[in-house]
């Protein structure tokens, strides 16, 4: 068994070592400018302090990050000669390194074995997240206004959470529109996609645009939008013509909702979306319970006192309701599975929480726009490093010994390694690098896997996989 675990992670290690080998990084740094003649400071040695030895470039004094980078590759530099290196070739250097990373083959590795596999060949988790950064950089990162915020950055993400892999990436201002990057991302689509998205990329438009190509959705309705069924007796004129305000008939939601009971799912078949009835669309009316309305109502008095949001006393009534609309046929996702799948979307917030608390992305001092700048495109490639290894160990450890990997626990013992990885690669060391990856994957295996919850769903149990656990007692849950 671990010479077959061995040698695949042979290969992987090989592709990996590929994207960050020493002429890789020679070759790009010369492309983007960030080397341009002969010097002791080169492309490796400034990837070596901003992916792999540090994650405190935005927050940490030069002079520490001086001494972080003598010690990593032996380069001796004073803290201005550092700051000066700090600007835009070094930003666009490290921003080409994470484009190619990301078209790498490295991604190219089995996708979970699940039940909607046969269906959905990606299942397209779209979210961002936004932390707050000095003042000082607001006329480049203008921030989103809520809790008084004037600077903040937005990271926007895409991912396939059947293989792990980036599917769009972007850093932007804090103000940005979310709608508008889900609209640019319709471009990267193709037929068999799942695609699940928060309300904040909600649009009639862009749900019909990945409907006319093949492409699966799932999403929750916001409720400024009707619904619709054909009216069964319309009206006409004298010409026989119908009369189009009879048509169609507006669902009432209120009038639905308090007919149901906590936890329970109702259909609606052969409904219409929007003013204009474009859309058609399966509608999934779930009754939240009422430990989940306590919390919603919860987040709601947050945003109305703390982001100067406003509700309606309809909005606040209907809170007790998720509706969702699709074009999955019921055949393949029944209505009691809709409320489970979209659920799926959680796992991104996963990840973000990740990022802040294991690469600090979202520690900043009062530095200047092309440090912060490096110390995002440094760390978003070290996440990369990290996600791309997890999701083959996961992969790995499912398919050899059907165990489910906690993505959080993996992500907390994989950035520990870095200080390994990063040696192997300076020797341009395959067989170390897969030596250590074997090591990191019995470790992954022992304290790896992930904690049941008592009458939890994990995303191995939404997504069908088949795989061997031991379910905690509601007491240790």
């Known amino acids: 068994m671990n010479s077959s675990i061995q040698q695949e992670l042979q290969l992987f290690s090989e592709e990996l070592c590929r994207q960050v080998s020493i002429p890789t990084l020679g070759q790009i740094a010369k492309e ?39 010690a990593s590759t032996g380069v001796v530099m004073s803290p201005e000669g550092l700051n000066q290196r700090f600007n835009r070739s070094a930003v666009t250097f490290l921003q080409k390194l994470l484009v190619c990373f990301m078209k790498s083959k490295i991604h190219s590795s089995l996708a979970i074995s699940s039940t909607y596999l046969k269906y959905f060949e990606r299942i397209r988790i779209l979210d961002s997240t936004i932390f707050q950064i000095p003042s000082s950089l607001a006329s480049y990162y203008p921030g989103s206004g809520g809790c008084g915020q004037k600077a903040g950055v937005k990271i926007q993400l895409e991912y396939d959470l059947h293989s792990g892999k980036f599917l769009n990436l972007q850093v932007e201002p804090g103000k940005n529109n979310d709608k508008t990057f889900g609209t640019t991302c319709l471009d990267t689509l193709r ?16 749900l019909d645009q990945m409907d006319q190509r093949g492409v699966s959705y799932v999403s929750r309705l916001k409720l400024n939008n009707r619904i619709y069924l054909k009216n069964p007796e319309p009206k006409y004129f004298q010409d026989g013509t119908i009369k189009k305000q009879t048509e169609y008939l507006p669902l009432d939601l209120e009038e639905i909702m308090y007919r149901m009971q906590p936890g329970e799912t109702v259909e609606i078949q052969d409904t219409y979306i929007g003013k204009d009835k474009k859309l058609p669309a399966r509608v999934v009316l779930y009754r939240l319970t009422k430990a989940q309305v306590k919390k919603r109502r919860k987040d709601l008095a947050y945003k109305e006192k703390k982001k100067g949001v406003t509700y309606s006393e309809k909005s606040k009534r209907l809170t007790e309701m998720n509706v ?11 209505k009691e599975q809709i409320h489970d799948l979209y659920s799926l979307r959680w796992q991104i917030e996963i990840v973000f929480k990740t990022w802040k608390s ?20 440094g760390q978003l490639i070290s996440i990369l490093i990290c996600s791309t290894t997890l999701f083959r160990m996961r992969e790995l450890l499912l398919r050899k010994k059907q165990k489910e990997l906690s993505e959080y626990k993996a992500f907390s013992i994989i950035q520990t390694y870095f200080p390994l990885f990063h040696q192997a690669i300076q020797q341009q060391n395959t067989q170390v690098y897969a030596k ?32 061997e656990y031991t379910m905690s007692s509601p007491k240790a849950a």
């Open 358 to 377: 294991f690469f600090q992305i979202d520690r900043c001092k009062n530095v200047k726009r092309e440090r912060l700048e490096c110390h995002l495109y």
């Open 324 to 334: 969702y609309i699709t074009n999955i046929p019921w055949e393949i996702v029944p």
């Open 32 to 70: 983007t400018g960030f080397v341009q003649r002969s010097s002791k400071y080169q492309g490796k040695d400034f990837v070596s302090l901003c992916v792999w030895m540090s994650k405190n470039i935005a927050s940490a004094s030069l002079t520490q990050l001086c001494g972080q980078l003598e």
């Open 191 to 206: 037929p068999g996609d799942l695609c699940i998205r928060d309300l904040g990329y909600f649009s009639l438009e862009d």
């Open 436 to 467: 250590i990856l074997l090591r990191l994957f019995h470790l992954l295996e022992k304290n790896g896997r992930k904690s049941h919850r008592y009458e939890k769903k994990t995303v191995f149990d939404i997504l069908g996989v088949v795989y």
